[in-house]
Every structure is written in C-alpha cells, then in structure tokens.
C-alpha cells in the first residue's frame, strides 16, 4: 500500500464544510461525476425577523459502545439496543448497564460514561454565529467530558439543580448519586450555577454537593482516582493523537477523523487518483454490504456503519469502487447528516446492488432497527490460548482502537495469510459502585510475549436481538496495550 500523507492532510482539510446540508450520499465509479456538490443554503433569518433562531441541524456521533449499552432516539419506543455511529440528536436519552460508551461531537469533544449511567441531550443546537451549543443532563452515574479547545462553543451538564458551563480545553469527571454529586476537575475550568449561588470550579479540585441541602460545594485540592479513569484517560489521549496527525483538530467536523487515521490510511491507485482505505480488506470487500437502516422520526432512515471508522466516509464524500484494488473513499462534496443514503453506482460496467431503506415507517412491533447483511460480516476477535486474531476483510471490525500499534504491516500480513495474531492476556474487569450497585464493563485484556493462534476468517452478521436492537455476533473486546504479533492462517 503506497500511502501519501501529504495527499491525506490536503484532501482531509475539505471537511471544513458548512453545517446546514442533508443531500443523499453519492457514490461514483471512476469516470462518473458526482452529483453530491448541490448544497442547500444555511437557514437564515428573514428580513423582518428580529434575531436569527437557533438552528437545530445538529448531529453528535456514538462513537464508542461497549457491553450493556441503550439510546433512546425519541421514535416512541424507548430505549434500544445501541450500536456503535448511530447519529445522536436533540431529545435523545443514552444509557448503560453493564457496559460503557462515547460520544463524539463535531469539534472532536468527547462525553464517556461509565457503567450503569443515564443522560439525556436537551439541546443541541448550531447558534447565529456558527458556534454549538450542547447540554446534557446527567440523571445518575459516572460521566467524562473532555472538551477541544474550541472558542465560542457552548457545552452545558445539568446534574440536580446545579448548572455547570465547562469551558474549552477543560477536562472534567461528574459522578452522581442519589444524594450528593462530585465534580472533579484535571483540566481546565467551570463556572457552577446553583440555588446556593455561582462557584468558580478550577483544575486539580474535586467539588462535592449536597443536593439535599443545595449548600456551597465543599472542596478538596486534589482529584482521587476512579475505576474508569484509565479507561477515560486512554481514550481522551487516542483522540488527541490522532486527531493532531489530520492538521485540522479544531475544524467543524472533525469528529471521526482519528478512527479514520488508525484504522486505514490513503494510497495512490491507477485511474483512480488518491483514495482513503481502511486496514484488513481485500478487493471482494464492500463498504455497504453490512449495516443497518435506524429510523429517526424527523428524517426517515439513516444508513449506520458497525466499524469503529465508520463515521465520516458515510457521511461525507463518495466511495468508488477501483478496478484491481477495490472500494475506497475520497472526500468531496458536502455533508450528510442523517439522510446518508447510498445512490446506486456502475463498476466494469456492471451494477453494483447498494442496500436501500425499508419504504415505510416501522410499525407497532417492528424494530426501528433494520440489519442489513447482504455478505457474511468477518469480525477480528479474542482467539484461543489468549491471542487476538487480525482477520483479513474484517476492516477493523473488533479491533481496539489506539492499542494495538500500527496496523499496517498486520494488514499486509493477514492479506496474505488470512490471518494474523499476536498474544495478549485478560486483566479482571474493572468494577465500580454505582447507585450502590457494582457495575461490570467485561474483559479489559492486555497483551503479552506468546505464541500465535492459528485461526482463520470466521463468519458473523448484525442481527436482532430480543429487545429489537442490533449486535455483531463477534463483539469488540476492552483495549489492550502492543505486543509481538506472528503471521498465520488461511488463505482467502
């Protein structure tokens, strides 16, 4: 694979792109022209209104999900099953049990719950300046929020009847019992509205409330550690390395962007100009034979990704299929929000057959949920005697994100083998009370030196489950740290 970096960041900087656009993906074989470069306007103000109103053309992403996870995307059915990149808007409620998960928002600001957690999103709203305001009200549990540091955006927690504005580039823990709330902070600042008054909230400080009484947060000089904080502090320093690598951090959509940049990288190819492909595929592989179609009730169906990548090139540019090397994706155009639906497309003059979504809504008893498996979804995975298996066409797939190294020399390997492992071992899951019950997020393993299991691509699907949600019969497991890896398997 020839990657080309300076083609990446040039080509990744036209992400820069106005808010207010939901045209329908395009995606084009080579020689085809594109028909997503129709923008629609930003809503304005009209001559005779006073002040511009808040606009809500607003999508956060749910980036990261694992074990025991549920949103609520206000179609009327209550909380669901939830799958990683299912798009989160205003009046959307987010919970789990016994698992965590991430959100995303545009800028590359990330909100991270631990287990047994609920919050819900109020607003979302894009202002007249172009800045975004955010609120989440955290009814109960644990939740992270680490903010990039973007001037003029608005991120708000509500917790009880405290208030708290978490300026940029602030770092921040709130954890939330039924009686009283802690509020610790690593980084950065709040200011904290309350019945009792305003409290300045600085670094390296825990502030402790009373919520039966609404007196003034005691506080304490130091920050003490949490089961979940590694886990926090893993991910809040994946984001920042990843993100800084697209040299644009801090531009309206970058959200996405860092799991595009460790999970794939762009390459030259002939006829075909330079194009974005993730690791572990081969040229049978298709950006849209697994999925599913979630139903928003504002906006009809939206096509969602189930790899960790799988954010941004469904949402913004064209996929095109290149003659001897396969799918890849190449930015350009505008954005889509939630209406991401595939258009159909030639290669080699054939017709390539892209899924589209159910004609109607669901009915009473219908998941809102609709799989899409229209090839058998290959999964990497935990294999036997403690290795972790790389599988060719997986694309990432059950891959931990930001721990496992580089992975484009295993993606050389297991093309070429069709497999690759390497050993690692399973730490005991990390526990937390929460709510006065003990909360398990599952395995959280490691690697170490060992030899290599032999496995080949096994076949998997997303599916229903009893609650009506979606799941890959081969989950992703919790992050483990580098270690060797040994080529091995069968061919494809």
């Known amino acids: ?82 799958m990683p990149n299912l798009p989160i808007i205003e009046r959307t409620r987010l919970q789990t049990g016994a698992g965590v998960a991430e959100v995303e928002f545009e800028d590359n600001s990330t909100l991270r719950l631990a287990p047994d957690s609920l919050v819900e999103f109020p607003q979302l709203e894009l202002l007249p300046s172009g800045a975004k305001a955010s609120t989440v009200t955290v009814l109960k549990g644990m939740a992270y929020v680490s903010l990039a540091n973007t001037k003029g955006n608005e991120f708000t927690l509500i917790f009880g009847q405290q208030k708290l504005h978490v300026q940029p ?67 809040v320093d994946y984001h920042k390395r990843y993100a800084s690598l697209s040299a644009f951090g801090n531009s309206p959509y970058s959200y996405g962007v860092s799991d595009m940049l460790y999970y794939g990288s762009f390459m030259n190819t002939a006829g075909c100009g330079s194009m974005w492909r993730p690791y572990f595929v081969g040229a049978a592989w298709e950006p849209f034979a697994n999925g599913a179609w979630a139903y928003y009730p504002s906006a009809g169906y939206s096509w969602v990704s189930p790899y ?85 066409d997986s694309a990432g797939l059950g891959i931990p994100r930001g721990s496992l190294g580089k992975l484009d020399k295993l993606s050389e390997q297991a093309a070429q083998h069709g497999s690759v492992s390497t050993a690692v071992y399973s730490a005991a899951p990390a526990t937390a009370q929460s709510n006065g019950r003990t909360a398990n997020a599952g395995p959280a393993p490691s690697l170490r030196p060992g030899s290599a299991d032999r496995s080949g691509s096994e076949p998997s699907s997303i599916s229903h489950n009893p609650s009506g949600g979606m799941r890959s019969s081969s989950a992703p497991v919790s992050a483990p740290t580098a270690g060797n890896a040994t080529s091995s398997g069968r061919p494809h």
């Not at 690593?186 to 609404?214: C, V, Y």
């Open 169 to 235: 580039s602030s770092h921040i823990r709130l954890q939330l019992e039924p009686n009283e709330a802690k509020l610790a902070v690593w980084d950065g600042s709040a200011l904290i509205e309350g019945p009792s008054g305003t409290t300045e909230a600085g670094k390296k400080k825990t502030f402790t409330f009373d919520l039966a009484n609404q007196n003034q947060p005691a506080v304490a000089k130091n920050v003490t550690s949490e089961p979940y904080d590694s886990w926090d502090h893993d991910s």
């Open 308 to 392: 960790p990548w799988g954010w941004t090139p469904y949402h913004y540019g064209n996929w095109i299929s290149c003659p001897g090397a396969g799918w890849g994706w190449q930015p350009g155009g505008s954005w889509n929000g939630l209406s991401n639906v595939p258009a159909s497309t030639m290669t080699n003059r054939q017709p390539v057959h892209l899924p589209r979504p159910p004609e109607r809504a669901p009915v009473s008893g219908q998941s809102t949920l609709v799989p899409v498996n229209l090839k058998p979804l290959t999964a990497s995975a935990l294999g036997s005697r403690e290795t972790f298996v790389f599988r060719n």
């Open 1 to 82: 694979m020839n990657t080309n970096s300076k083609i990446t960041l040039t080509s990744l900087l036209a992400l820069v792109l106005t808010a207010a656009v939901l045209p329908a993906q395009q995606i084009t074989a080579p020689g085809q022209t594109s028909t997503s470069d129709v923008v629609a306007p930003v809503t304005t103000a009209q001559d005779s209104t006073p002040a511009p109103a808040n606009s809500k053309v607003r999508i956060v992403r749910l980036s990261e999900v694992k074990g025991v996870v549920q949103l609520d995307r206000d179609t009327g059915r209550g909380f669901e099953e939830a």
